[in-house]
């Protein structure tokens, strides 16, 4: 499994998350145009309260696009939430020994988004999936 680096950027997010939300943040993650906040179980809704006010808000003052995924310990219920913007039809997980390879399965029209320019999506995601399974390979189909 990965490890979580937290730089001052980064602390700084999560301080301005839990400011705006008031929900702690488990792991977060950024690429070129979005901040991934991985949060705990159970608290997403807390999360998105006032109609998703807050979060339009953050992405305002932090000028990227917010993505908030709610961590699970089950892999296949953690990899749907990660996915779940790009309506995801199937999850499957292939374990040998104990790394598990990755293939999910999305509508064909949000196939291109889900991996993101040059790959981009499919990287961060497959980063924060590094860091809680050990994840080998991710797939798209």
Do not use: C, W
């Not at 070129?32 to 999360?47: T, V």
């Not at 953690?78 to 790009?86: K, S, V």
């Not at 291109?112 to 981009?120: D, L, S």
């Not at 999936?129 to 080998?136: A, E, I, M």
């Amino acid at each position: 499994m990965g490890t979580i680096k937290i730089d001052e950027n980064m602390l700084r997010y999560i301080s301005t998350f839990y400011q705006a939300t008031g929900v702690d943040v488990l792991d977060i993650a950024e690429d070129d145009e979005n901040i991934f906040f991985i949060i705990y179980p159970g608290s997403l809704r807390k999360a998105i309260a006032n109609n998703g006010e807050n979060i339009k808000k953050l992405k305002e003052k932090l000028g990227k696009n917010i993505i908030i995924v709610e961590y699970s310990d089950d892999p296949h219920r953690f990899i749907y939430n990660l996915f779940y913007r790009f309506n995801v039809k199937e999850v499957n997980i292939d374990k040998i020994d104990d790394e598990m390879r990755v293939s999910v399965k999305v509508d064909p029209g949000q196939k291109a988004r889900a991996i993101g320019k040059n790959g981009r999506n499919l990287r961060v995601t497959k980063d924060i999936l590094s860091r809680h399974f050990k994840v080998t390979s991710l797939l798209i189909k």
